[in-house]
């Protein structure tokens, strides 16, 4: 979420001020704020708390005018809108200063816990997509009982930041992942078929490396699927 506020009655001495000031700090103390927000963030998500992270970045009066106008262009371009507007936002959300981190509770309705254990006991396999962060995710499907205690969580993840990695080489340890779910399934079928529950957790990127159809891996899709629609239930991660 992006909110542009504008200030009236600054002088062009005063805004070069507030600038300097938004602006001064050491990469090392920028550097020790984000790693205590990251453990902020990851230490609320674990307790099931909807959280986000605010920032902020003063324009200019030619700055405002300037992405102003490209997002209006972008928002009614007839080809493409979704992509110009995000390249828009992109460009603009740049730069930030680190305002804090919000943590809030989101109560499970009423009877959600109830219903979603009796589809699961009716043998219907239960997805649930979400743009959480994993720990997040987890905790509140633990709550509404979309994993139930007996059950075996796996995880097939991928960070956010690829850095040099290759996309084969990506997608070969997708592969590996899943290849290793599979056996451990198989293992526990052939010694004690009634224990076998278990749910997937999957993240955005890696959902969309699998279902990338410029990746040309189709094994890869039909070994997920395998995975999937085996388990009682997917927890899909990042993915809005």
Known sequence: MMLLQQYSGWTGRAFAQTESMLTSGSDRKLQKKLKVAKDQLRHFSQFGLRTLVCGCRELSDSEARYFMKEHKVAKTSLFNREENVAQVVDELERGFSLLGITAVEDKIQLGVPETVKMLLDGGIRVWMLTGDSVETAVNIAGVCRLVPQSCKVFYVTCEDDHGDRDQKEELAELTGKLRKILDSIMETEADNPKALSFSL???????????????????????????????????????A
Not at 211 to 224: M, N, V
């Open 201 to 239: 957790v999957v993240n955005g990127m890696a959902l969309y490396s699998i279902l990338d159809e410029s990746a040309g891996a189709s094994s890869l899709k039909r070994l997920f699927a395998t995975v999937a629609c085996n388990s009682c239930s997917v927890i899909a991660c990042r993915v």
